[in-house]
């Protein structure tokens, strides 16, 4: 079988290489993250699971909290910074800071403490809106953003330069901020779609105007990075744009979680860059990065989440049930993961279930006996078990199913099998 004569990708796209392309990770999860108004602040010991999760993936850096919000930020930030040099986890730290000394200060301590470089990422509002309602003149931004980031390079910290709100910015306000902030000593720019106003066209649009008018004339190896915000729904997306425009590293958080209907998803972003072939990293701890975050922060999983939601595997249609069962029947793991699914569940640590439902066929009901250890050449049994699922209003649990499959195994005196 030849596999790649089995699917026809439109997708694949002759003016773009994913496969070549080397783009960076940042989780927000622990700092953008937990700015959810429906966020629990995890304990300690999961935020240091976290990060562990975030390195596995191959996420190579996480903002690990805003120290400036006060001492329990602080400490948080100096543990999991001890945690990354303790146990060599590959993964570059940074904070995040208000363009004021008092949030840059406790960063620049704490990296000194700690003994391991700590990317200070300052941010100030950009957008005319935000200038209006604060009072700002282009000329006091640029003065507290300048003291900001002087003292950091000062300080021997990395810095980010994080124009806020800059897809809803002035071009030229763009210029002067990210200009001036490279002048100062920043190496890497953050354009940040801070209320989720993007398109996937303006997100292109800015990206270049950054990187070509801001970035190349000033000379210096600066880099550029997206952070998106899912307010219209297109933060996923954006993200992918900004890639395909040039940035090098895009930001995102567990399933979303973030300031009002949350960030871009990390975890879809890096299915979508593995199966592109732009990430190329073990992904199989994907769903126990999900499921913790879910859990600990109080982020709901849906049923319906895509890969890593419980419904994203499993069938209980009789047409896709029974595609499914004649590939596993052609011996080929590899066609019975894809037959009825563009995401290839082995490669996340998962697998295709079989389920029963008003709209299974008998396919399902003997693959699902097969599988549970039961004689699915039991013409009673399946009648039984089918009849129930037509009678249905649901796909029927699997204790329901192992109810009736034992009392109609016992009915014909048969004894009853199975595991349960």
Known sequence: MDESQLIYDWNSDAGFDWKSVRIDLNDETLRDGLQSPSAIDPPLDVKLKLLHLMADLGIASADIGLPGAGPRVVDSVRALAKEIVREKIPISPNCAARTVLSDVEPIAQISHDVGIPIEAATFIGSSPIRQYTEDWTLERMLRVSEEAVTFAVREGLP?????????????????????????????????????????????????????????????????????????????????????????????????????????????????????????QHDVSRLREYCELAAATIGVPLPANYPVLGSDAFRTGTGVHAAAIIKARKKGDAWLADRIYSAVPATAFGLKQRIKISPVSGLSNVKCWLEEHGYDAGDAVVCDRLFAAAKAADRTLAEAECHRIVNEATLETGAGVGGRH
């Not at 071009?171 to 209320?195: K, Q, S």
């Not at 800015?206 to 550029?224: H, M, N, Q």
């Not at 997306?237 to 979680?257: D, E, K, S």
């Open 159 to 279: 810095v980010m330069f994080v124009a806020e709100d800059s897809t809803r910015a002035r071009p030229e306000t763009l210029t002067a901020l990210y200009g001036n902030a490279i002048r100062w000593g920043a190496r890497r720019l953050c354009l940040a779609d801070t209320v989720g106003h993007a398109t996937p066209e303006g997100t292109h649009r800015l990206v270049r105007f950054v990187i070509e008018e801001i970035v190349k004339p000033s000379g210096e190896d600066v880099k550029v990075d997206w952070h998106g915000h899912r307010d219209r729904g297109l933060g996923l997306i954006n993200c992918l744009a900004a890639i395909r425009a040039g940035a090098n590293r895009i930001h995102g958080t567990a399933l979303g979680v973030g300031e009002r209907v949350g960030n871009a998803e990390m975890d879809l972003l890096i299915v979508n860059l593995y199966l592109l072939g732009a990430h």
